[in-house]
Every structure is written in C-alpha cells, then in structure tokens.
T-cell receptor, first 113, second 113 residues
Framework: KAGVTQTPRYLIKTRGQQVTLSCSPI?????VSWYQQTPGQGLQFLFE???????NKGNFPGRFSGRQFSNSRSEMNVSTLELGDSALYLC????????????FGQGTRLTVV | SQELEQSPQSLIVQEGKNLTINCTSSKTLYGLYWYKQKYGEGLIFLMMLQKGGEEKSHEKITAKLDEKKQQSSLHITASQPSHAGIYLC?????????????FGQGTRLTINP
C-alpha cells in the first residue's frame, strides 16, 4: 500500500511569489490535514479537508489556502510569500480525521529568499 | 501547541538505558498519537491510544494513556541508537468549537553509545 506522497520535496521561492504544494493521501483515506513546522513554533495546524470540503482551519492568514479533489488529493497554496513562510510543510492522511490513525508524508521544504 | 506540553524537551541517555517521555494536555483528550521524526523528514506513526488506561507496545516502545490525568507517557526499554530522533505527541482536542489534531513541541532524544 503506497504511503502519503508530497511533491515537491524541496522548493525555493522569492518573496512575493506564490507556491502550490501537493499531497496524495493513502488510497481510501478521505481526510487530508496540512501542517507547518518551524524550529520556533513547532508543528502548527493549517487546515483539514474531508471529502473536498474544508472541515477545520487553524490560525493562519488568508494567504494560506487549500483544496481537495474528488480523488482526495489535496493542494495547498501560499500567495505573496514572506520570509517567515520558510518551513517544512507536512500533510497527514487519515480515514476520517481526528480519532483515526493519521500518516504523514515526507514533507515539502519551502525556502523563501 | 500550548494545549499539549511534552517533557522533557530534550533527553540524552546511555545506550541500553530506559527512558520515559510525557505528554500532558490542558483539555480533554480525544485520541492521543505518538510519532517519531528524524530531522527535516516526515513523521513516522508509532501508535494511537483512544481509551483511558489503554496501553500499546511496538517493539521496545510502550505508550499508555491516562485519560483522567489527560496525560500519556512513552516508555522506551533498553534504548538503542536507532531510537534517536524527535518524539512528538499529538491529540484530538476541541479548539474554538472544532476538533483538531494538535501537537506538542517534541522531545529530542539522543542515545550515547
């Protein structure tokens, strides 16, 4: 059974640009959650998608957005990039969301210069 | 997150020694997860606990959930170099009216030969 796949693994962008990250969950999983991980803040919840609908949202500005497709694959978009957006972005895949086992991808390392 | 506190923040132990990492919640727990992370990589799922008093083991790692105390402990027996990494606890918590999977700050474990 394939695991959670995130692409790309590494990304370098310039301030002001936008970026799109992709996450393919485990087959059959309908929930995809996104997290930002930085040394100072740890793992911070961005949002969760379930059956193409955003179900939960963290405390991030509107520059951070996402969507989920009918095959459960999810994308996360960050517009008008800032230096502080440099982080490891992780997605987690689970059957139903909280209270079901959640598996993470390898992450996308975003560097904003 | 502030809702989950892990202790200690870092731990250095001699190979072969036992160790315990604690995770305490300020809110009622709805499922408690333990993950291991190598620096800059994704999170590896270790186990999930759902019921008070539940205890699970995976190889030499045992985790227990004390629901009344809103606390979980992760115990490693006869530690090995392969156990080194960052251990993160995550929990389903009700935050701002929605159930979200949030994480502690992590415990960095170093195993000295």
């Amino acid at each position: 059974k394939a695991g959670v796949t995130q692409t790309p693994r590494y990304l370098i962008k310039t301030r002001g640009q936008q970026v799109t990250l992709s996450c393919s969950p485990i087959s059959g999983h309908r929930s995809v959650s996104w997290y930002q991980q930085t040394p100072g803040q740890g793992l911070q919840f961005l949002f969760e998608y379930f059956s193409e609908t955003q179900r939960n949202k963290g405390n991030f500005p509107g520059r951070f957005s996402g969507r989920q497709f009918s095959n459960s694959r999810s994308e996360m978009n960050v517009s008008t990039l800032e230096l502080g957006d440099s982080a490891l972005y992780l997605c987690a895949s689970s059957l139903q969301g909280v209270n079901t086992e959640a598996f993470f991808g390898q992450g996308t390392r975003l560097t904003v210069v | 997150s502030q809702e989950l506190e892990q202790s200690p923040q870092s731990l250095i132990v001699q190979e072969g020694k036992n160790l315990t990492i604690n995770c305490t919640s300020s809110k009622t727990l709805y499922g408690l997860y333990w993950y291991k992370q190598k620096y800059g990589e994704g999170l590896i799922f270790l186990m999930m606990l759902q019921k008070g008093g539940e205890e699970k083991s995976h190889e030499k790692i045992t985790a227990k959930l004390d629901e009344k105390k809103q606390q979980s402990s992760l115990h490693i027996t006869a530690s090995q170099p392969s156990h080194a990494g960052i251990y993160l606890c995550g929990a389903g918590l009700i935050i701002q009216g929605a159930q979200k999977l949030v994480f502690g700050q992590g415990t960095r474990l170093t195993i000295n030969p």
